[in-house]
């Protein structure tokens, strides 16, 4: 069956972000023939899940799998129990309806320089996406890094029990020296 990897970017950040950029290279040169789609996704959560599915969708009949990085890796674990499939998940946000909760208001993405509002009915959104209990959690990969400024690199460790999980010591929310994982990270994703 064709493969389709779909990669999810994080909150406040977009396609051109050091990872997804990263993700992308390697895939053009390692894996020419797997089709790879690093959508900008919206700022809202259901918006965001919205264009995921209708990528999904679009590639009916192809085994799609995912690559999410901190909100991206809350996405992607909601995607993969809707559709299956699997993920990698990168320094993953386990409950980002707390921490969005205190960045409700006006945000400039960094990237794209778009303005937009975070409001009450966007953390509303994304407790309705929470994922209680993972099912066919073999399908998942986790990397966090310690040193992550942002979340709490624990709640991942006890969200994901059971899953391929890889712990470094230090590190930050961009997960350092990500690129050295992407042939491994390809391996798990393509092995049926």
């Known amino acids: 069956m064709e493969k389709v990897i779909i990669y999810l970017h994080g909150f406040l950040s977009s396609p051109q972000s050091q990872k997804a950029q990263q993700t992308l290279a390697?895939?053009?040169?390692?894996?020419?023939?797997?089709?790879?789609?690093?959508?900008?996704?919206?700022?809202?959560?259901?918006?965001?899940v919205d264009l995921i599915e209708q990528l999904v969708k679009r590639h009916a009949g192809?085994?799609?799998?995912?690559?999410?990085?901190?909100?991206?890796?809350?996405?992607?674990?909601?995607?993969?129990?809707?559709?299956?499939?699997?993920?990698?998940?990168?320094?993953?946000?386990?409950?980002?309806?707390?921490?969005?909760?205190?960045?409700?208001?006006?945000?400039?993405?960094?990237y794209t320089h778009e303005e937009f509002t975070l409001d009450a009915s966007h953390i509303e959104q994304l407790i309705n996406l929470d994922v209680k209990t993972i099912e066919q959690v073999e399908n998942f990969w986790v990397l966090l890094q310690t040193g992550d400024e942002t979340l709490d690199y624990r709640q991942a460790l006890e969200k994901y029990q059971g899953a391929k999980l890889t712990v470094e010591e230090g590190g930050d929310h961009s997960f350092q020296d990500f690129e050295r994982f992407l042939p491994d990270i390809f391996r798990f994703l393509l092995q049926d």
């Open 62 to 110: 192809k085994k799609c799998h995912f690559i999410g990085s901190s909100l991206g890796g809350f996405l992607s674990t909601y995607m993969v129990q809707k559709f299956g499939g699997k993920a990698v998940v990168i320094n993953p946000a386990v409950k980002p309806y707390e921490l969005l909760a205190d960045y409700m208001g006006a945000h400039v993405n960094p």
């Open 26 to 48: 390697y895939v053009t040169t390692h894996y020419p023939d797997i089709l790879i789609e690093i959508p900008k996704l919206a700022h809202y959560p259901q918006a965001a």
